[in-house]
Structures are given as structure tokens and as C-alpha cells.
């Protein structure tokens, strides 16, 4: 199965948005719902202070309404994560900040590269959210792990896209034990 783009597509991370969205058929994405497309509107978008988030892509289970879906989205943060996060979340030790709750899932790394100007690293947040009229249905432990595995996927493709040193400091596969 290949969706926005495949560049995101760990076998695992597929895998786990039948755990999501209940099924493994999905409505193919547009050419421009890619990693390598956000990473070039993410490396635009840093030197203007004018923009600074966008959409990777949505996915949508085939025969979904279009209220139900999943979209994966970048924002350029700054500063250090302040405050504590909502109960939902479990925090995992992933990049600079990982959260995963029944419905969504976030991971924020710092990414030095040619790609990006300036001497610091950006911040950059990935997050996985499922806007459903429903609510989530299934293990809520399963779940968390399920989004956290999805972040991570594309948060180590956006990553890799971008060049970042040290893949922006993402291990290769997930960490699902709390921080």
C-alpha cells in the first residue's frame, strides 16, 4: 500500500493505520501530498516569517466520508516545549518531543542542514491527527502506539528529505516506552 507519496511508508507504520482507521484501503493521494513536497514548501517557508506550517498530506479510507480522515501536517516551532502535556498523551522519547494519544500523535526534532539556512536548527513538529465524527474505537494503549509509529514514520522521512544531520535525531524505528 503506498500513500502520500510512499516516502513515509515503513511497512509497520501501514500496518498500523488499519489499527486507525479500521481498514487498509485508502484513496490514492495527489502528486503534490508528498514528503519531498512539504519538505520544499518547509525549506521555503524558513525563510519567510510569514509561513510556517503546511500540510503533508490526508488520507482517506476508501468509501470515507471526507469528514474522516487523517492529515498529517509540519509546523516550524520555536523555543523549547513548555508545559506539561494533556492527559491523553504518553510521552515518548523520540527526537525533542514525542506525544501519542488515542487520536493523535506528534514528534518534534531539530534539524541542522544545508537545506535550511541560518546557525541554529530548526524545529520542526510533525503531527499524525484523525478528524472523525466517531470517536476513536479500539485499545486506547494500541492506538497511542499506532500514531506514535505513524509520526515517527514520516517525522524520519521528512527528516531524511530534508538532509537534516543525524536525521534530525530520530532513531531508525519508533521508541513506544514512555520517557
Not at 116 to 122: D, E, F, I
Request: glycine share 8%.
Amino acid at each position: 500500500m503506498e500513500f502520500c507519496g510512499g516516502a513515509a511508508n515503513s511497512v509497520e507504520a501501514a500496518e498500523l493505520l488499519k489499527v486507525i482507521t479500521g481498514t487498509s484501503m485508502f484513496e490514492s493521494s495527489d502528486e503534490r501530498s508528498t514528503v519531498a513536497y512539504a519538505a520544499r514548501s518547509l525549506s521555503e517557508a524558513y525563510a519567510s516569517p510569514a509561513a510556517d506550517d503546511g500540510d503533508i498530506c490526508h488520507v482517506y479510507a476508501v468509501n470515507s466520508v471526507p469528514s474522516d480522515r487523517l492529515e498529517v501536517t509540519w509546523d516550524l516551532v520555536w523555543g523549547t516545549p513548555e508545559g506539561e502535556p494533556a492527559p491523553e498523551f504518553r510521552v515518548l522519547p523520540m527526537g525533542e518531543q514525542a506525544l501519542a494519544a488515542p487520536d493523535a500523535g506528534v514528534v518534534r526534532f531539530a534539524c541542522r542542514s544545508e537545506k535550511l539556512p541560518g546557525s541554529t536548527p530548526a524545529r520542526i513538529r510533525l503531527g499524525v491527527e484523525r478528524w472523525s465524527p466517531e470517536d476513536p474505537e479500539g485499545d486506547p494503549e494500541k492506538l497511542k502506539d499506532a500514531y506514535a509509529t505513524v509520526a515517527h514514520s514520516f517525522a524520519l522521512a521528512m527528516a531524511k528529505e530534508l538532509g537534516c544531520e543525524n536525521d534530525g535525531g530520530l532513531a531508525a524505528r519508533p521508541v513506544l516506552d514512555p520517557a
